[in-house]
């Protein structure tokens, strides 16, 4: 099959396994034959391997992503650090899972205009100029930020979380990746056991530890590393990004992997 084609596929609760990932450094990190290797191995296994992106990114940079650099399109796609839950239209249009969505929009209780008043001009902080409907994010630099701010967002009964000690991200209290990865695998009625999650940096902790089989891929973020290194169920790959993911699906046993694409 190949990438632009389109075909009936099973529900991801029938297939037999579902790779939920980050994409920076994680399903887009690694040596180029690596990369293709397992866009492949997705490509070629369509009716019984699921994708999940669960990212940082908009749905605008996927849809980009996917048309414009060979990247498989996902299933689904968990956006904005969390905040979108989508499905991927047969048009290949992404689209917000309503349901899904609600209670998040309620703990955002739409707060963006307040969040960026009360950080307006904050030192080692420089507001990001995408629009969000669920998040506020900020570039971080670390020798100038005071984390005051972190006060600040926690009197607004929200969450901040930074990553690669590079972001800021202002966020509803109780979303992030990993809480919605498993609204979304709940929702579908995937068997946790076939789903393997994956990531690189702080921000895809949430995911990690959220009780899912779960790799950390090589090259990972120090941070994220010390957070998960005695969680039992999160494997630690050698292998920098899809060669990690590779590595895991292999030494999990999740998915056959024809040989030379190892």
């Not at 180029?32 to 492949?40: G, K, Q, V």
Request: glycine content about 8%.
């Amino acid at each position: 099959m190949t990438r632009h084609e389109r075909i009936e596929l099973p529900d991801l609760s029938e297939r037999e396994f579902v790779l939920a990932t980050d994409l920076d450094g994680t399903f887009l990190g690694g040596s180029e034959e690596d990369r293709r290797s397992l866009y492949d191995l997705i490509e070629e296994n369509r009716p019984t391997f699921g994708l999940i992106f669960v990212t940082g990114r908009d749905p605008e940079f996927i849809a980009e992503l996917c048309d414009e650099r060979g990247v498989p399109w996902p299933d689904y796609v968990i956006g904005d650090v969390g905040t979108t839950i989508a499905e991927v239209t047969p048009a290949r249009g992404i689209s917000p899972i309503k349901p899904l969505e609600e209670d998040i929009a309620s703990r955002w209780n739409d707060s963006g205009d307040k969040v960026r008043e009360i950080l307006k001009d904050h030192p080692g902080l420089q507001l990001q100029p995408t629009s969000f409907r669920y998040r506020v994010s900020y570039d971080l630099d670390a020798e100038n930020y005071d984390s005051l701010a972190e006060a600040l967002v926690a009197a607004l009964n929200l969450d901040h979380l930074i990553s690669d000690n590079r972001y800021f991200d202002v966020l509803p209290k109780g979303v992030s990746k990993g809480p919605s990865l498993r609204r979304l695998i709940n929702h579908l009625d995937i068997g946790e056991k076939r789903v393997l999650a994956a990531g690189d940096t702080l921000n895809d902790l949430s995911m990690l530890s959220c009780g899912l089989p779960a790799v950390a891929v090589g090259g990972a973020e120090d941070a994220l590393l010390a957070k998960v290194s005695d969680l039992d169920h999160v494997y630690t790959a050698s292998a920098i990004g899809a060669g990690g993911i590779l590595e895991a699906i292999e030494a999990l046993d999740f998915h056959p992997i024809p040989k030379g694409q190892e």
